[in-house]
């Protein structure tokens, strides 16, 4: 997008600054016990709040939360907000769903950890393979983990140094997956805190949706794995082009390369993630955030031929500490909640419902923007729906970053949350859950034309 000295994604300067001032002034004025408790109670963490990015929301100071059911959320001050955030896919299938609930109670009597397995697990080993495919699966408690440990596997089965990742791409805070392409050559991500290991020494970068760049870094006989998101998520979303996924697989073949595939955010796609949805064949399956319905846990999967490859590796080494694996990880009560949400939750007719929601908002979004002539675009994957504020669609990181536009995103943001409606604070996207009514979809529309209205007309 040409943005100008009086325009920005569209929208005029002045009546932006002046939508944001006014929105930021209504946020704060109607929280005063969250304003009062935030600086009774905020100093005892760094930077005032228990996790970094919590600062990161476009609003003037956090909001508090006193509870949240289904898909809504009560904030100290009480008043009530559609949740279309829903913990950025934690609580995609809504917050504590009655079946979670009824397990971590249930579970609780018995205890929390003892580095042993139950039969919980083992049915969990079963659910996974009947829901993502007959991995060999292991337990993670974040998929940041998950993508770490499976990065070890690709290296030891394949003897080599070096990830490929894709400029922009999403997989937790892996330190190998923070590069970026600048003029073409991979270098690390401009903000890292305190790094000091070159990571152009165990990582690669190429760009979404160009297997030209794909197979350069491949040629190089230096890539242990390809690790990729099936669409490229937490910055504007970009989707695959047809025939991409099939020509990657092709690709990670014919060089010796693992495919890994990180549905932590896809996971939204459909039963089985896109991965099932549309057939792709990794080599090594993640997921995360939402597998066991909120409760912290990841799961990463070895297909069979790397699983065998794994094991004659695994005989092999040296006594020792493998690098992989933390205490909390596979305790009894993610067992629990991933067996109930395998089989109670994550079910055919619950994604049916959530596809239904997602294009009802889909649609409403996208007529909104067209009423108002927004230079804008809306994109949907499943239940996971994002307003871009640029033209579209989008191919790659590059053209992702360009159309991130915070000033205007964080007036909308901040602007949709004084209506009663909460989104993901780090860009754009919502989620539809299965405890998502029409009403509140409707209300979004609503809001959401609303803030056009007053950015445009």
């Not at 909120?294 to 493998?322: K, N």
């Not at 191919?395 to 909308?412: D, F, I, L, S, Y």
């Amino acid at each position: 997008m040409n943005d100008t000295d009086t325009e920005i994604a569209g929208v005029d300067r002045a009546r932006l600054a002046a939508f944001a001032a006014r929105e930021a002034a209504a946020y704060a004025a109607a929280r005063p016990r969250t304003r009062a408790t935030l600086a009774n109670g905020a100093a005892c963490y760094l930077g005032g709040v228990p996790m970094h990015w919590m600062k990161d929301w476009p609003m003037p100071f956090p909001m508090l939360v006193a509870e949240a059911k289904g898909a809504r959320l009560t904030d100290l001050d009480g008043h009530e907000i559609d949740d279309f955030c829903l913990g950025d896919t934690g609580s995609m299938f809504g917050h504590s769903p009655g079946p979670v609930r009824r397990a971590i109670r249930r579970q609780a009597r018995n205890g929390l950890t003892y580095m042993l397995p139950t039969e919980a697990a083992l049915e969990a080993g079963r659910l996974l393979c009947d829901r993502f495919g007959p991995f060999a699966w292991q337990i993670a408690t974040t998929a940041t983990d998950a993508n770490r440990f499976a990065l070890r596997v690709a290296r030891a089965v394949t003897g080599r140094a070096k990830v490929l990742v894709f400029n922009g791409c999403y997989h937790g805070t892996v330190d190998d997956a923070m590069v970026e392409l600048a003029e073409g050559e991979t270098c690390a991500r401009a903000g890292l805190v305190g790094q000091v290991a070159d990571l152009t020494q165990v990582a690669a970068c190429a760009e979404f949706n160009d297997l030209e760049s794909v197979e350069r870094a491949l040629a190089t006989g230096q890539i242990a794995a390809i690790l990729t998101e099936p669409v490229m998520t937490n910055s504007c979303m970009v989707l695959p082009d047809p025939g991409f996924h099939k020509a990657l697989r092709a690709l990670a073949t014919r060089y010796g390369a693992l495919l890994i595939i990180d549905e932590t955010h896809t996971i939204s796609s459909g039963l089985g993630g896109y991965t099932r949805v549309h057939g792709l064949e990794p080599d090594i399956f993640v997921v995360g955030k939402c597998v066991a319905g909120g409760m912290p846990t990841a799961v990463w999967g070895l297909s069979e031929p790397v699983a065998r490859a794994f094991a004659a590796y695994d005989a092999q080494r040296p006594a020792g500490h493998s690098g992989m694996g933390t205490t909390l990880s596979a305790n009894p009560m993610q067992f629990a909640c991933l067996a109930a949400t395998l089989s109670e939750v994550m079910t055919p007719e619950n994604y049916a419902r959530m596809e239904k929601g997602a294009g009802r908002l889909f649609r409403g979004l996208a007529g909104a923007i067209e009423r108002h002539g927004a230079p804008w675009h809306v994109v949907r994957v499943g239940a996971r729906v994002e307003f871009i504020c640029a033209p579209g669609p989008l191919r790659n990181g590059t053209e992702a970053a360009h159309a991130h536009v915070p000033a205007v995103e964080a007036a909308v943001h901040t602007g949709l949350l004084n209506r009663g409606v909460l989104i993901a604070p780090f860009h754009n996207m919502m989620l539809v859950s299965p405890a998502t009514k029409s009403v509140q979809i409707d209300r979004l529309t609503s809001a959401f034309d609303a803030i056009l209205s007053e950015l445009f007309d």
